[in-house]
Structure formats: C-alpha cells, structure tokens
C-alpha cells in the first residue's frame, strides 16, 4: 500500500471566461478551469487505485475523473462553497447514490459551509452524509481509512464565503501532514494551531495574485512597493465584526475558537497577509501554488500575467532565499506525487 497526491485541477472561478483564453492554462485542459481540487490516493502493490479522499470538486472535475480512472472518490472534502470548489460535487454524489443502493454520500464540511451548499443545491440535502468539522478539532475520515484525520481551521475569503476553512489531512501511515489552504484573504489561526503545523509535509496553497489585492477576496504571494495603495485602506476599514460575518454562528463551536484567534492576534491587521508571511510560519517541506490568476496583477501593478513554467521560476527567487529547504511546486493538472515516510 502506498499514499500519493494528485492534482486534479488548478484553476480559479475567473481568470477564463468562456471565449478566453489565459497563459496558465491550456484551451485542452478543460478540467483544468474552475476547478481547484486534489486527491489523496491509496494504491495497493499492483498500483491500483483502492481509495480516493477527494478535496474540493470545482467545474472541471467531472470530466478530469472520467479521464482519470473513471472511478468514484470514496469521501469528498471541502474547504468552502464556491462553485469553483463545490459545482462537480452533484455528478459525483448522483452517480455514488445511483450505483451504492440510494446511499448518501459522505462529505466533510463546516456546517455553515454545508448550509450554503444546500442553499444553493437544495437537492444535496436528501443526498448527502454532512460530517461536521468544528475549528480546530481533528475528524476522522473513515472511508479514507483508519488514523486518517480533516482539521478545519477558520480563514476569511471576503464576505460572501461562508465558514471558509483550511483543511489539515493527516495521514498517519505515511507520516504525512497535508495542508489544504482553500482560498483565502486572511488566516484565522490561533497561535497553537499555527505552531501546531509548522515542518508540514504539504502546504498546497491559493496563489490567485502575486500581489495584493484585497477586493479579490484572496490574498497575494507576496508584497509589492506599491501595494499600499490597495493595502492600507482595506486595513484601516477592516474590523473584527467583518472577520467574524461568515463564520458568525454564535450557537456553534466555532465562536469559542475565533475568540481564541482574536485573543492571540488582538491586531489582525499584522497578520499574515500574504503566502510568504504564512510560509515562513508553517516553513513546509513541499509548498505547491494553484489556482492562480494573475489578472489584478496586471490591472493595478502593470505586471505581467504569468504561465506556468514563468510561476515556477518567480516563486522560486522568491522562496529560495528565506527557505531553503521548502521544495516549490508549480504541477500541471494530472500529476501525481508519492508520499513518502
Ligand atoms: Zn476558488
Ligand atoms: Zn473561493
């Protein structure tokens, strides 16, 4: 038996429009577009598949299972519910329901997130097996197998993402720590959490911008000289209550633990607000970019939207140098990598 990644679709919602085209993703590589997702995979010795813990399932997911195996995942995670994350979930979960005697199909969320999936595919609430995953507790996957754990920890994606989280996989029979970040603007870790994570084996992380551009609603790779101007008023009108608007559900779990946040962080505004201020934190051994954009790069910073290869190469001058033994991965869609002890 062995454990390994795979990236099942980079894209963001919006950087290809229908009728667009965009460098970093290719016109062929449908799945690719909309559609942030990852795999984990359990093979047996002859190779075979023989589980798939499916994390996010955008637009393009479909047609990239079809082309990969043709198999249903056995559990799906979300970090939060954008179409962009969450659309190719219906197809999967009809096809499991169909085949496996009207079975719900398992899926790991926040409540607040599932409440916004149902919202907006109210047919998922006579099709699904909703898990819980209150901030900061670990959940266990059993369809994943045994030890295999889902840690949701609270980040803010703008005010529309309700319940936004990181998800942390952990596998214990491969030793490995998995960061999914979602999408985000501003983490909302508490200071043990953070701690917590640090040397994780995977950080696979929101590169939408390489510069920021808090209107996007996710944050950005890194500085700019000129980012002030786009930085320092979203700051100056940042308050705790608009941090806590999407995860505002006082009767839940959740509210102890962004309590928590704001007592380690009384002044969010220097909290990390880029990728690299997070990865000097959680320093991990692989760190792979996706969901890239680029476009508010070129907008407001005259700067150039990038492909792959150029995104690769920019992120490694950037990290190189603070973190030395952080391997960057800029992956086509498709790839697969081994976790290893
Ligand atoms: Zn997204
Ligand atoms: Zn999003």
Redesign the pocket.
């Known amino acids: 038996m062995s454990y390994h990644l795979r990236i099942n679709g980079r894209g963001?919602?919006w950087p290809v429009p229908i009728a667009q085209v965009h460098p970093f993703y290719s016109l062929p590589g449908a799945p690719d577009y909309a559609n942030?997702s990852y795999s984990l995979l359990r093979k047996d010795e002859s190779g075979k598949v023989v589980m798939d813990l499916l994390v996010d399932a955008?637009h393009g997911i479909v047609p990239f299972l079809l082309r990969h195996g043709n198999r249903i995942p056995d559990a799906l995670l979300i970090t939060h519910p954008?179409f962009?994350?969450t659309l190719g979930m219906d197809w999967i979960i009809q096809s499991y329901y169909r085949f496996h005697g009207n079975r719900r199909y398992p899926v790991y969320a926040t409540r607040g997130c599932q409440e916004q999936i149902i919202a907006t595919m109210p047919h998922m609430a006579d099709l699904v097996a909703f898990t819980d995953l209150p901030y900061g507790i670990p959940v266990e996957v059993p369809e994943a197998g045994e030890g295999i754990t889902v840690t949701a920890y609270p980040v803010f994606h703008g005010p529309h993402a309700r319940a936004a989280a990181m998800l942390r996989v952990a596998v214990p029979q491969a030793g490995q720590q998995l960061l999914f970040t979602?999408?985000v603007l501003l983490p909302l870790l508490q200071q043990k959490d953070l701690e917590a994570l640090q040397g994780a084996d995977w950080l696979l992380t929101?590169a939408?911008n390489r510069f920021p551009n808090p209107k996007t609603n996710h944050w950005s790779v890194s500085r700019h000289p000129q980012d002030d101007r786009y930085l320092e008023p979203w700051l100056q009108a940042l308050t705790q209550e608009d941090l806590m608007a999407p995860h505002n559900f006082q009767s839940y779990d959740n509210y102890s633990y962004l309590l928590g946040f704001f007592e380690d962080f009384p002044d969010n505004k220097d909290y990390l607000l880029t990728l690299l201020d997070f990865v000097l934190r959680v320093r991990p051994r692989n760190l792979l970019l996706a969901?890239y954009s680029g476009i508010e790069d070129e907008k407001y910073y005259g700067e150039e939207v990038l492909d792959t290869a150029g995104l690769q190469s920019w992120g490694e001058r950037l990290f190189s140098g603070p973190l030395p033994h952080t391997r960057l991965l800029v992956p086509d869609t498709g790839e697969i990598y081994a976790l290893n002890h």
């Open positions: 963001n919602a942030a955008g954008h962009d994350h979602g999408d929101d939408n969901h």
